[in-house]
C-alpha cells in the first residue's frame, strides 16, 4: 500500500520554529522529487517547497525563502520541512508529495502521491 505520512504540526507563537516529516510507505521517496504544499482555509494549495530527486536542487516559494528549509534523508526514507520565524499567515495543513518530475516543481500538476496533511498554527 502507498502511503504518505506528515508529522511535526502543531501550535507555535510568532517567531517560533516547527519541524515537519514526511515519510513513505510501499515505497521509496528516494524514486521522487518530493514537495510540500499548503493550503489555509478559502484558499488554493499553494506550493512552499520542493527538493529535486537526486541532485538535491531545492526551490522555495517567495513567501518562505529564507525561512523554510527543506532537507531529505534517503536512509530513513524521510524529507523535512524545517520552519523558522513562522508567522500567522504560515497556518494551514501542510502537505507532502511526490513529484513525477524528477527536478521537482512548485506546481501541482505533476504530483500524483499525496499525504492526509499536518495542521500548523501560528498564533499568539
Known amino acids: 500500500q502507498v502511503q504518505l505520512v506528515e508529522s511535526g504540526g502543531g501550535l507555535v507563537q510568532p517567531g517560533g520554529s516547527l519541524r515537519l516529516s514526511c515519510t513513505a510507505s510501499g515505497f521509496s521517496l528516494n524514486d521522487y522529487a518530493i514537495g510540500w504544499f499548503r493550503q489555509a482555509p478559502g484558499k488554493e494549495r499553494e506550493g512552499v517547497s520542493c527538493?529535486?530527486?537526486?541532485?538535491?536542487?531545492?526551490y522555495y516559494a517567495n513567501s518562505v525563502k529564507g525561512r523554510f528549509t527543506i532537507s531529505r534523508d534517503n536512509a530513513k526514507n524521510t524529507v523535512y520541512l524545517q520552519m523558522n520565524s513562522l508567522k500567522p499567515e504560515d497556518t494551514a495543513l501542510y502537505y507532502c508529495?511526490?513529484?513525477?518530475?524528477?527536478?521537482?516543481?512548485?506546481?501541482?500538476?505533476?504530483?500524483?502521491?499525496w499525504g492526509q496533511g499536518t495542521q500548523v498554527t501560528v498564533t499568539s
Open positions: 508529495a511526490t513529484d513525477r518530475n524528477p527536478g521537482g516543481t512548485l506546481t501541482k500538476a505533476t504530483y500524483d502521491y
Open positions: 527538493i529535486s530527486r537526486s541532485d538535491g536542487y531545492t
